[in-house]
C-alpha cells in the first residue's frame, strides 16, 4: 500500500511540475526546476514526505519478513 502511495505522489509531482498539456512548450528552464523540486521534495532524503514514506516502507517490509510472513512482503 505505501509503495502505491510513493508511486502517486510521483505521478502527481510530476504532473503539477510539468503539465502534459504543456509538454510540447516546454523548455530546460522547466526541466531544471523540475530537477530542483524533485531534489527537494521527492528523493529519498532526510526531512522528506516521500523520504518518510520509504523509510515506513522499508521498516514495515522488515517487520513482515521477521515475522515469516512472507505473503505481505512482496
Known amino acids: 500500500m505505501?509503495?502505491?502511495?510513493?508511486?502517486c505522489v510521483r505521478v502527481l509531482a510530476v504532473e503539477?511540475?510539468?503539465p502534459a498539456a504543456e509538454r510540447d512548450e516546454q523548455t530546460n528552464?522547466?526541466?531544471d526546476r523540475f530537477?530542483?523540486?524533485r531534489?527537494?521534495?521527492?528523493a529519498d532524503r532526510f526531512?522528506?514526505?516521500?523520504?518518510?514514506?520509504i523509510s515506513l516502507l522499508a521498516y514495515s517490509?522488515?517487520?513482515a519478513?521477521?515475522?515469516?510472513?512472507l505473503g505481505n512482503a512482496y
Open 47 to 53: 526531512f522528506s514526505l516521500i523520504s518518510e514514506i
Open 65 to 69: 519478513l521477521a515475522a515469516s510472513n
Open 16 to 18: 503539477k511540475l510539468l
Open 61 to 63: 517490509k522488515s517487520v
Open 35 to 37: 530537477l530542483a523540486e
Open 39 to 42: 531534489q527537494k521534495f521527492l
Open 29 to 31: 528552464k522547466n526541466r
Open 2 to 7: 505505501l509503495a502505491s502511495i510513493v508511486y
